[in-house]
């Protein structure tokens, strides 16, 4: 069962420290690395990527704070999520007063650790349980952060798939969160081993499968590559939660990505909502400079599940059937792009005799393979110059494997030809 | 009343055996033609249309099935949908279970005969009910099919009732079903009785009603015609059975047939559906080769009633107040494309004083007549060349006739001219 | 409490005859020009205005009616409604049955005066409750009217605000209602105290507000002047009922001061319809010849309270909170008509750093200040030349004001500029 083994790569990336830069996502990325063939780029501290400049590289090698006691009462060793990601570094003794000052709490979650960063305010701190804040005793505490934050680079990885055509689809995932499981990790896991199944079978369109930290890295990304061949995008994240899956369209809200992943949805269960300015890193790429047809496939979107940039989003939040069936759904996404061809009807004029190329039941009022033939009647009479396959599967109503089927069944008996 | 004349017309063709060819059909429109201003084509078997090739004429005289004691258990004569329509000639002995590889029954019906078919695969067969099948004992069986299928001739009619323009009305009904009233005797019956009407008016628009075998009908038309005047069209069936209207779009969906039918059931329960390839022969007038503006209103569309294709449909089914109302319905509708003509407001600037032609209540605050100023005051203000009548009628949500009435009100005070 | 001094402007008004000339209307338009710069133009009798004539002017100075005891049952002094509005001169005894054919009353609302007119039909007549009627004795009655119907002139005030651009918003009130309140010297309060706030506002638009005579006073302004600039326009009336507001659009259905209305009534009860071709004065307005994008704005709509033209619509039945409200209402569109600019971003490609500017908050995960952020991103990604503010604020569905603030942050640091 592929979720295992999704589960499996996932729990080998867990406990590394990622962030936007440094060497867990360099780590991160071996790891992807290891499935598929993965170009790695090193962008310099300080290169300007349109209004941003390629931040300092971090690198942490651990965190603590010690109590009026000696006894250490949060460690980086035991969950990288303690310390504030991209906390400068620091050691010193500090009173409980002022301590507080840098340290972040849930009051609503007294048992769970948050997630916080500070990437462009130069600042240290620690992330904790609020049950433990609240014991917090008076007196002398150590605290020690044993980072750098370092002229280096911005590290992302590239999977490009090339196919027939140059059209590409764009399929982004982050790669800047520590040890949180379904956003991000789940997105990384999908992206892999989904190209890794591409990378194996033919392919009409291209693919380019992009692994970046959050904003920064599409920023980035965006600043230092050509966007101009993106046909259709996926931002990938929060895809191993046991909820259904939730889309946010495209700027443009009727692009095909859209209209692909609203026909494989189709009957099941689904969230939808349009554009918003701000998420993940559509925010970039449907900027007005770019504009590009890139939506958002998730299960339970960000920040709307109780366990999201916490603690609680680990190993035993994420389940093998749901990475499965997100691998799945994307699969069929792609499937549908790539089978949405449009043909030509070559017998316009009325239907053509179906019967005696053998694609009809010969005893009228019977019922059998009604299904069928109503594929190929809807597949003839709509190959008129004007409709895909896509389309044909959305008036229709029938599913596009069925309206694709037809298709190629009339392909055979001559009876369409592809429009290029 | 007219609807007991129309239940009298389909009486006297209840009993002949149509089908797709033959003299069924000649005698049908025979009776036809004793109304209306009915042209006879007789196209050859073998004539290419299109994809097709018009087949061989199919004649019957008789068939039955003996049992093992030489009784008529099945008879022909009794009931025509006995025999498998198309039927190629056999008499022969035989015993029962290869006797019931050519008897059709419906079992979950086991009282009625079902109609079957076979046009396009020689093959001959009975139907029966259910319950008699059953009851079928061992033993040899004689069977008997008097038919002819040979080289001779396709029939249809057409009646064409030339208007002021060149702008075609297409009605359009098969008369290839044997012993069945609602599906479509009841067809046959309203284009009848309304072409009679329609022949007796003062026309702006033609009108064609062709009465053909279903699909091969359409088909052999369409290769055989010009059908490029034809700006409007509806193929009827399944007009007897108590049921509300249904009305199937044209393929483009928002044709002004489309338009007129909606105006016309509005206020009235009815069904609508988009366009679907499959039906009756607006598959092939919508075909991509014509993508004629033809809708199909009925009552309860086929497949939708038990007593459909069965012997149930018979006349018993089929009610003289639904076929009148149908009558009214159709006329309605083409009062409607009459009636559906451009004005230009000659006083565009302002409402004009209507109360100095005796169009306007006098005293302000009064509501007598409210309705009769509703509809001069929607005519005037959308009679700016961008809309007729059916436009002014949908938007103002009142009556076509009270937006016609009030149109010639203002034409004859020569506040509108007609836009050619 | 502004909602107070907009009823005492109306209870001054109160007991004025108005009607669609006279002395009433200049009386009328004198109050309103003590508070606002107002031109009065005098429009000759006879004077043709599109299809209409300018009517004589009418004025008068006492009606009644003297029972069979000579005591008066009926006094214009006491209720101007009394007398229907425009009734020609008459003195001289009557007995009860001819008299009758010149009483109007309410049968349904017995206790109530209605009001009605006869300005394009010589007639005179009274209006008085049922209950009174009933209990008229038989006998000779004395009846006077001491009115003069003359040549003179339609009287209409202007008051034109000049600002940045020449594209005017045109506001209509009608000012022919005798003593009613609601309908409509609430619209006349709401206009005049519009005005007197936007007179001492900076503005980028130009207004144009009308006080004329309804139908034939918007006839005889179209007429006589140049309504090309008008860019959007408000009919108000009935503004002092405790009804929620109710919106109807313009012709077109989707101009800018629809979508403002819209937007401001978004988040409150309301109602809305679709433009119908009667009504106030949006029915001239709206004619085939100007088609201007005017809609109007109410609270309970004409016709639609029991109180409507008649003596119930009195001082009791406007509210100070209404109108109040209902000015707050008119100068939040006319707030989102002068904000709805369109900016262009001047650093499209992604979003821009809005941390070092001071707009972003630092800690990553920390909610506060996030509308804020969302309606910089929200107006960010969408300046992209093709939308405007009051497009962002429907899109985002925020306020237009956040909407607005939003696009003067980023106006101040430089990331927006105006597309003039």
Redesign the interface.
């Known amino acids: 069962m592929i979720g295992k083994e999704m589960i499996r790569f996932i729990a080998d990336l867990y406990p590394i420290c990622r962030s936007i830069t440094g060497d867990g996502v360099r780590r991160t990325l071996a790891k992807v690395g290891e499935r598929i063939p993965l170009q790695i780029h090193e962008v310099p501290s300080g290169t300007q990527?349109?209004?941003?400049n390629v931040p300092r590289e971090w690198n942490i090698r651990d965190a603590w704070i010690k109590d009026p006691h000696g006894r250490k009462i949060v460690d980086f060793q035991h969950l990288n999520l303690h310390v504030l990601?991209y906390s400068v570094p620091v050691h010193k003794k500090v009173s409980l007063a002022p301590l507080k000052e840098h340290l972040?709490t849930l009051p609503d979650q007294p048992g769970l650790v948050?997630?916080?960063?500070?990437?462009?305010?130069e600042?240290w701190g620690f992330c904790m349980a609020h049950h433990q804040w609240l014991g917090l005793e008076e007196g002398e505490y150590e605290v020690c952060i044993d980072s750098t934050l370092e002229d280096g680079s911005l590290t992302y990885g590239e999977c490009f798939l090339k196919g027939e055509t140059e059209r590409e689809v764009l399929i982004s995932c982050h790669v800047c969160h520590p040890s949180l499981c379904n956003d991000n990790l789940s997105g990384l896991a999908v992206c892999t081993f989904l190209a890794e199944e591409l990378a194996k079978a033919p392919r009409r369109l291209s693919y380019r499968f992009v692994f970046i930290p959050g904003?920064i890295g599409?920023?980035t990304w965006?600043?230092l590559n050509d966007s101009s061949r993106i046909a259709a995008g996926l931002v990938a994240a929060n895809l191993g939660d046991p909820g259904h899956f939730h889309y946010k369209k495209t700027?443009d809200g009727n692009a095909e990505i859209d209209r692909a992943v609203l026909q494989v949805l189709r009957g099941q269960e689904h969230g939808v909502e349009e554009f918003?300015?701000?998420g993940y890193d559509e925010?970039?790429y449907?900027?007005?400079?770019?504009?590009l047809p890139v939506g958002s496939l998730t299960r339970t979107p960000y920040g709307r599940y109780p366990e999201y940039?916490t603690s609680a989003d680990n190993l035993d939040f994420i389940k093998a059937e749901s990475l499965e069936g997100s691998l799945a759904t994307y699969r069929s996404v792609m499937n549908v792009l790539e089978g949405n061809r449009r043909y030509q009807?070559l017998?316009?004029?009325?239907?053509?005799?179906l019967?005696?190329r053998g694609l009809y039941r010969?005893?009228?009022?019977?019922d059998s393979g009604r299904q069928r033939?109503?594929a190929l009647?809807?597949v003839?009479?709509?190959?008129?110059g004007e409709h895909g396959l896509l389309d044909i599967a959305e008036r229709?109503g029938m599913p596009f494997e069925a309206i694709q089927a037809a298709a190629e069944a009339l392909l055979e008996v001559e009876l369409l030809r592809e429009i290029p």
Chains 1, 2, 3 share one sequence.
């Open positions: 990527v349109f209004d941003w990601n972040f948050p997630y916080r960063t500070s990437y462009y305010k600042a904003t599409s920023i965006l600043a700027r918003v300015p701000f925010r970039q449907s900027s007005p400079g770019f504009k940039h009807n017998n316009p004029n009325c239907e053509p005799q019967g005696r010969m005893i009228g009022g019977d033939e109503l009647l809807w003839l009479n709509f190959s008129d229709s």
